[in-house]
């Protein structure tokens, strides 16, 4: 009885509070408008923020100068003389990346860890004389500095005799993954592919199997594979989105590891039922692993790099390979942070910010919250413009962006959509003082597009949306210049 009428005084209370007149001149505020499926999860929204991650190929293929091990090296070579992992947590700060994720084990079978399973790991090596732990040294000094940390275990294995018989083998791996994510907690990111010796044809892996297991042991894990769960690969190791490029995709389309999905999987579903983003690997130098005779790549490519991942709606998981010494080379080291100056130079001012910005409509007039102003905040997820929505006639949405003096000065254009609502732009048109020069597709999260030739001095920018899943909700509009692309049509 007593709790009947508590409920009802917060009921009461509750009804006035919302009555209460309000700064608003509107009797209530219009809620956010309804969401398009697929949405994204938790965890995912989270990885898409990160923007950039990074890779470390460390193992005995540092040591034997290869790519690929045969899994016959002799473990005693693995030996790093001065391994500090807070150097490799450095550089990544430094760099403003906030996610790590370690090749615990690549296709040659050695293990950075002391598995119980196996005597092919660091327990055989002359580091530490046997007592050391990879994985555990690049967890600590990740939690140290704030990183996240994500693990690599390749099903793939050249080592190990178990390797080709079905029931053995995925036990063996089964027992590796339970013995990584139990050891190693809060694991971000768990990376598979679905490389297998092109000899053994009978080889199956079970990744439903591990997938559940997966999530069992921590479940605010992204799974990454050619097929998701929660993270797929894009489709090339160049880094390199579709020009279109939906987070949305149909999963049971995705068989993991076949090459007829590459195309698929660069560009995304419109139709998908499976929110599914894609992330684009590469390395920063030619190969994966540490080679002497290799050097990082220019910083014009690692830029070229960026727009066609981040800039596509993509999330860029950049390579940095520890050398034999068991530190991150300064080369790479250098061209990391000249990577970070030059993101932070080109984007630390939005030009639209000081401009006058129209909208064709907006959701519940001009108090109801839903205005242009959203999209010059900093919040890119949960703040936006939102045009009314008119199920009788199909509206003309668009955004223009004036400055009276006519002096805009850019060459870089960005946009981003209110993923947390579901992906929906499919196309758009962008003008500049009424001469048509993008025609785009996708948004997403974030899309930026570069201007060919000089800077643009302009009036006035419209972007145009002719066609979504529903009405657009855009979070960010930015207008950029990027001295880096300019220098390049000097
Ligand atoms: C490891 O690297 C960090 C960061 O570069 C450095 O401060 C520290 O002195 C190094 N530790 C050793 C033992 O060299
Ligand atoms: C296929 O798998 C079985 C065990 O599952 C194994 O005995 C056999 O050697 C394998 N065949 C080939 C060609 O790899
Ligand atoms: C993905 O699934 C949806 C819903 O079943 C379907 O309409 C669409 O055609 C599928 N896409 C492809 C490429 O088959
Ligand atoms: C590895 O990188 C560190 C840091 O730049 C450097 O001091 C060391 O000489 C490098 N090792 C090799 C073998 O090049």
Same mark, same amino acid.
């Given at each position: 009885m007593t709790?009947? /009428?508590? +409920?009802?005084?917060? =009921?009461?209370?509750?009804?006035? !509070?919302?009555?209460?007149?309000?700064?608003?001149?509107?009797?209530?505020?219009?809620?956010?408008?309804?969401?398009?499926?697929?949405?994204?999860?938790?965890?995912?929204?989270?990885?898409? !923020?990160? $923007?950039?991650?990074?890779f470390l190929h460390f193992g005995v293929n540092t040591f034997s100068d290869s790519e690929w091990g045969t899994g016959h090296e002799n473990p005693s070579i693995f030996n790093p003389t001065s391994l500090n992992t807070t150097q490799w947590a450095s550089v990544a700060e430094e760099a403003g990346i906030s996610l790590m994720i370690l090749t615990a084990?690549?296709?040659?079978?050695? /293990?950075?860890?002391?598995?119980?399973?196996?005597?092919? +790991?660091?327990?055989?090596?002359?580091?530490?004389?046997?007592?050391?732990?990879?994985? !555990?040294?690049?967890?600590?000094?990740?939690?140290?500095?704030?990183?996240?940390?994500?693990?690599?275990?390749?099903?793939?294995? &050249?080592?190990?005799s178990r390797y080709g018989?079905?029931?053995?083998?995925? $036990?063996?791996?089964?027992?590796?993954?339970?013995e990584l994510l139990k050891?190693?907690?809060?694991?971000? #990111?768990? %990376?598979?592919?679905?490389?297998?010796?092109?000899?053994?044809?009978?080889?199956?892996?079970? =990744?439903?199997? %591990?997938?559940?297991?997966?999530? #069992?042991?921590?479940? +605010?894990?992204?799974? =990454?594979?050619?097929?998701?769960?929660?993270?797929?690969?894009?489709?090339?190791? !160049?880094?390199?989105?579709?020009?279109t490029c939906?987070?949305?995709?149909n999963r049971s389309s995705l068989a993991i590891?076949?090459?007829?999905? #590459?195309?698929?999987?660069?560009?995304?579903?419109? &139709?998908g039922t499976d929110w599914l983003p894609a992330e684009c690997d590469v390395s920063i130098r030619k190969g994966w692993f540490w080679h002497k005779s290799e050097s990082p790549k220019k910083l014009s490519e690692l830029l070229d790099i960026y727009y066609a991942s981040v800039g596509r709606n993509c999330v860029l998981n950049l390579n940095v390979p520890p050398n034999t010494t068991g530190l991150i080379s300064e080369n790479d080291a250098r061209r990391l942070k000249e990577f970070r100056t030059a993101i932070n130079t080109i984007f630390h001012k939005n030009i639209a910010k000081g401009c006058y910005v129209k909208v064709s409509s907006q959701r519940g007039g001009k108090e109801g919250g839903f205005g242009p102003e959203n999209m010059l905040d900093s919040d890119h997820l949960w703040s936006y413009w939102a045009p009314r929505e008119d199920d009788k006639k199909k509206e003309d949405h668009w955004v223009e962006i004036w400055d009276n003096d006519g002096d805009l000065r850019f060459n870089v254009i960005g946009i981003q959509e209110a993923i947390g609502f579901g992906q929906r732009i499919k196309s758009y048109e962008i003008y500049v003082d009424g001469k048509l020069l993008i025609q785009g597709t996708t948004v997403g999260y974030k899309r930026l597009h570069r201007l060919d030739g000089d800077v643009v001095h302009a009036q006035v920018v419209r972007i145009r949306l002719i066609e979504a899943r529903g009405v657009p909700l855009i979070s960010s509009i930015g207008l950029y210049f990027d001295p880096f692309w300019h220098s390049r049509f000097k």
């Open positions: 709790k009947l /009428c508590c +409920s009802f005084f917060l =009921f009461i209370t509750l009804f006035l !509070q919302l009555n209460k007149p309000c700064s608003s001149s509107l009797e209530q505020l219009p809620a956010p408008p309804l969401p398009i499926l697929p949405l994204p999860s938790y965890s995912q929204l989270k990885w898409q !923020q990160r $923007e950039i991650i990074m084990k690549h296709h040659d079978g050695f /293990c950075l860890w002391p598995s119980k399973y196996t005597k092919h +790991s660091v327990i055989s090596s002359t580091w530490q004389n046997g007592k050391g732990d990879v994985v !555990q040294e690049f967890v600590n000094a990740a939690s140290d500095k704030g990183i996240d940390v994500g693990i690599y275990l390749s099903p793939w294995d &050249r080592h190990d018989h079905d029931l053995l083998y995925n $036990e063996y791996y089964l027992g590796q993954l339970q050891k190693y907690q809060n694991v971000r #990111e768990i %990376w598979f592919d679905g490389a297998k010796d092109p000899k053994a044809k009978n080889v199956s892996y079970y =990744f439903s199997d %591990w997938f559940s297991m997966v999530k #069992e042991l921590q479940s +605010s894990i992204n799974i =990454f594979s050619d097929a998701g769960p929660d993270v797929r690969w894009v489709g090339n190791e !160049q880094g390199m989105a579709g020009d939906w987070s949305t995709i590891g076949s090459a007829d999905i #590459e195309q698929y999987l660069n560009t995304g579903d419109p &139709r």
